[in-house]
């Protein structure tokens, strides 16, 4: 499966950015599909997680702030991300788990 990361940019710290996830294939399983996240000397890490199910999680850091969708039809994931923080600035990366499939990464930068 492919998978096409788009939405990153340049934001200012407390604006607002949506990413998207967009598959080749229904990537909707029961182990869902991933947000990850790889800062500048830092490890990849999980941002956000959709089960098949509808249901959610998202790491401590972006709780409250970051919110994962799905559009099965458009065989899309989104990332909204909400008052964004300088420590928010990194390559943000779909997975989906059932493939073992990364998307190619968009750039989010939050400065003033």
């Known amino acids: 499966v492919q998978l096409q990361a788009s939405g990153g940019g340049l934001v200012q710290p407390g604006g607002s950015l949506r990413l998207s996830c967009t598959s080749s294939?229904?990537?909707?399983?029961?182990?869902?599909v991933g947000w990850y996240r790889q800062a500048p000397g830092k490890q990849r890490e999980l941002v956000a997680r959709?089960?098949?199910?509808?249901?959610?999680n998202y790491a401590d850091s972006v709780t409250g702030r970051f919110f994962i969708s799905r559009d099965n039809a458009k065989k899309t994931v989104y990332l909204q991300m909400n008052s964004l923080k300088p420590e928010d600035t990194a390559v943000y990366y779909c997975?989906?788990?059932?493939?073992?499939?990364w998307g190619q990464g968009t750039l989010v930068t939050v400065s003033s």
């Open positions: 997975y989906s788990f059932y493939y073992n499939s």
């Open positions: 959709i089960f098949s199910g509808g249901s959610t």
């Open positions: 294939r229904s990537i909707f399983d029961i182990t869902g």
